[in-house]
């Protein structure tokens, strides 16, 4: 029997979610897109009205800025997973509600798991939220925390960085340092994969000495 790939089995689903109100308005769900195995998932808010139309996230000019500010990190679209907490448009483009983020969370969840990226970068506190409890997006931008088996990475939401002027420095920053924080990221996995394989060849003359 065929069965369907993961994403896009939980895509197709989505398109036809009415688990919230936001459906409502929805032309095109934004499920997210990027590579099936990718190791950095970036989470936004919620579709705008382009990516209402065309089906895809971050299109829009919030869109047009992270492609710059990924340009800048060196880190091709491509090669990442891009999403969003809700997957429909929130009308005029308001704050997704508590009840629509939970409905959609179970996607959102289940796209974590079938991607399982070893770092994820939050773009603005809705997302973060999910992720960092309690804590100010102000006070934590661009600060890499573990969270369970992944890295986690703060961001603002390049949108904020459009409407407040005077955020777009920190932004700007925050991305310039992404290419450190991944190497940082990396290299501390690297050692915990190391650590297993010499756990894993010390358990085998233990293993062995049964016989
Ligand atoms: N803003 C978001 O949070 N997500 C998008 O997909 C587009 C704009």
């Known amino acids: 029997m065929f069965v369907k790939e993961p994403l896009a089995a939980l895509a197709e689903k989505i398109s036809v979610c009415t688990k919230c109100p936001l459906h409502e308005g929805r032309k095109k769900s934004v499920p997210g897109e990027g590579p099936a195995n990718a190791e950095i998932m ?10 209402n ?10 869109g047009k800025f992270l492609d710059q ?6 880190v091709t679209r491509e090669d990442v997973w891009i999403g969003n ?11 997704p509600l508590p009840e629509e983020l939970a409905a959609c969370d179970t996607y959102l ?8 990226p070893s770092i994820i970068v939050t773009l603005g506190r809705f997302s973060m939220g999910k992720f960092v409890s309690g804590a100010k997006i102000s006070a934590v931008h661009g600060q890499m925390r573990k969270v369970d088996d992944r890295f986690v990475i703060p961001m603002f939401h390049p949108a904020a960085a459009l409407h ?8 700007l920053a925050d991305f310039a340092n992404l290419p450190e924080l991944l190497k940082q990221a990396r290299a501390a996995q690297g050692k915990s994969v190391r650590e297993e394989e010499i756990l894993k060849q010390n358990e085998k003359p233990k293993q062995l000495s049964l016989f």
Do not use: M, S, T, Y
């Open 164 to 171: 407040q002027a005077a955020l777009k420095p920190a932004i």
């Open 69 to 74: 500010l990924l340009a800048q990190a060196g």
């Open 85 to 95: 907490v809700v997957k429909c448009r929130p009308p005029g483009n308001r704050d």
């Open 109 to 116: 969840e289940a796209q974590i798991k079938a991607i399982n």
């Open 42 to 51: 970036f989470i936004g808010e919620g579709p705008g009205f382009h990516e």
């Open 53 to 62: 139309e065309q089906g895809r996230p971050f299109v829009g000019a919030a």
